[in-house]
């Protein structure tokens, strides 16, 4: 029997014990009546989507759930998003992520204030984006191309073996409030590059043309374009994905899937998390399997809000798990609920421990739980050591 499956992703959700909740986790003290009661009836593990000596990043995490070995296939974040955008590179073209930033001051004394520049909006950003794009790019080879609030990309062409491809530069993400000098330092390494965030910076501190708290920008996540193997030839089923985000957008189309567009998905609280359950089971109808990815609990694990974050999942389990169920009932499609790398609070960014799923109905005898969290996970003894595997898996079973 063939089976379908809705995939349903909310990133970064894990989590780490919090005295304030009584050394329960986000998860486990959030009321998600509708993942508890399916994993009273399904298979509840843990899976390691990041490959030791790689770091925790969504883009990695993501690509494994997809079924894709990130240590074979991970190329950088940068070049998954522009897959998102379709732009045309050749290969041997250098992509950075870009994002705008707030820095306390532009200078090796200075502190990342803000990855997200205050969350600003696509509009805005796209403006500036433009400005940065008139003015620096051209004959160096350096070109601009606006993405979706913050997120941005840099390409660099014919740099992809360059000085540039071998920096390492940390996530804005990783370094709130933290001194930004070591990371300046290295862009130093490369001039050109160097230069143009220099002048970027120069061109942002002008109120006139730029009213957001964006004031630097921050390219990160270098790498070739990617190159990924077709979903629907790896698992014979139609699939699509559908996010807010440009790196599982870009996830998708690599792989050759269909890139479900819903215009209020926004990667925040205030996304429209009924359109995107209605595009999922619009996809459902014809399709046989469907990636739905929510930003929002990492965000706000990425605040450290307690209570957003809490809010997020709690969330995501009514607008989204429970109306899937509803909707799925008697189709004969399995639900795989997973979050992609735990984004604790006390951290403030991804970590890397193998994380909680949940797929009904359940394959594996004994590997139910009480409710849907990262201590009911760790219980039954079911783990997945390699991320890339939960998919494969999970379609074996059904041909039992
Ligand atoms: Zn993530």
């Not at 450290?304 to 109306?323: C, H, M, T, W, Y």
Request: charged share 20%.
């Amino acid at each position: 029997m063939s089976k379908k499956i809705a995939f349903l992703i909310a990133d970064g959700m894990g989590d780490w014990p919090i005295a304030a909740l009584a050394g329960k986790t986000p998860l486990e003290s959030a009321h998600t009546p509708h993942m508890d009661a399916l994993a009273r009836e399904g298979s509840v593990g843990l899976c390691r989507t990041v490959p030791e000596g790689l770091p925790p990043g969504s883009d990695i995490a993501n690509m494994a759930l997809l079924g894709c070995n990130p240590a074979v296939f991970h190329t950088g974040r940068g070049p998954i998003e522009a897959a998102a955008q379709g732009l045309e590179l050749a290969p041997e073209d250098l992509i950075w992520r870009c994002n705008l930033v707030q820095v306390s001051q532009w200078s090796e004394a200075g502190i990342m204030v803000d990855y997200s520049a205050g969350h600003i909006d696509s509009d805005t950003a796209g403006r500036l984006i433009t400005l940065l794009r008139k003015q620096l790019g051209g004959n160096n080879g350096l070109d601009f191309h606006a993405g979706v609030q913050y997120r941005h990309l840099l390409t660099q062409s014919g740099r992809a073996q360059g000085d540039e491809a071998r920096l390492f530069i940390r996530p804005p993400h990783d370094i709130l409030d933290q001194p930004i000098g070591e990371d300046l330092q290295r862009f130093q390494q490369a001039p050109a590059l160097w230069e143009a965030i220099n002048k970027a910076a120069k061109l942002l501190a002008d109120p006139a043309l730029n009213p957001s708290q964006a004031n630097a920008i921050w390219p990160w996540g270098q790498g070739k374009p990617l190159r990924l193997p077709f979903f629907a030839e790896r698992f014979g089923m139609r699939g699509a994905v559908i996010s807010a985000v440009d790196l599982i957008k870009g996830l998708g189309r690599a792989m050759g899937m269909t890139v479900a567009e819903v215009p209020g998905a926004t990667g925040y609280l205030d996304t429209d998390y009924a359109g995107k359950v209605r595009t999922a089971l619009d996809f459902l109808d014809q399709g046989d399997f469907v990636f739905v990815h929510v930003e929002a609990p990492d965000e706000c694990g990425h605040q450290g809000s307690l209570e957003n974050k809490v809010r997020a999942i709690e969330d995501f389990d009514a607008q989204v798990v429970g109306p899937m169920r509803a909707g799925l009932a008697d189709q004969g499609c399995a639900m795989l609920i997973a979050c992609d790398h735990l984004t604790p609070l006390v951290k403030r960014t991804h970590v890397a421990d193998p994380v909680p799923f949940l797929l009904w109905p359940g394959i594996s005898a004994g590997a139910t739980a009480n409710g849907f969290g990262e201590t009911q996970a760790a219980s039954t003894g079911l783990i997945l050591e390699q991320g890339e595997e939960l998919l494969p898996w999970i379609l074996r079973s059904f041909k039992v």
